[in-house]
């Protein structure tokens, strides 16, 4: 049974900081593409950023390119999105989603997603 799990998601002024985790189970972890996206109240899923399994590429929105880094290690299954620079347009659940396509901005190609963690900023 795969299972996606999030942490590190609150609440923050703007311009502050937080790092959100996504650790993996029942899945080659290394094998996959993992990515974040987020959804606020009364909005489409959007993606946020994306890692491939060999870590050598990664995407960003260009809403967050810049201020967001995404990484992973694939010892400790987890995917990580260090988020600075946080503007009140920023709040929405943040989910993480594992998969294997190459379109990694299609929300619809990811395989497996975790129940998300909200992120609030306080402007």
């Known amino acids: 049974q795969v299972q996606l799990v999030e942490s590190g998601g609150g609440l923050v002024q703007a311009g502050g900081s937080l790092r959100l985790s996504c650790t993996a189970s029942g899945l080659t972890f290394r094998t996959y593409v993992m990515a974040w996206f987020r959804q606020a109240p009364g909005k489409a899923r959007e993606f946020v950023a994306a890692?491939?399994?060999?870590?050598?590429?990664?995407y960003y929105a260009d809403s967050v390119k810049g201020r967001f880094t995404i990484s992973r290690d694939n010892a400790k299954n987890t995917v990580y999105l260090e988020m600075n620079g946080l503007r009140a347009e920023d709040t929405a659940v943040y989910s993480c989603?594992?998969?294997?396509?190459?379109?990694?901005?299609?929300?619809?190609?990811?395989?497996?997603w975790g129940q998300g963690t909200q992120v609030t900023v306080s402007s």
């Open positions: 989603a594992a998969g294997t396509s190459m379109l990694v901005v299609r929300p619809s190609l990811y395989d497996y």
């Open positions: 890692i491939r399994a060999s870590a050598g590429s990664v």
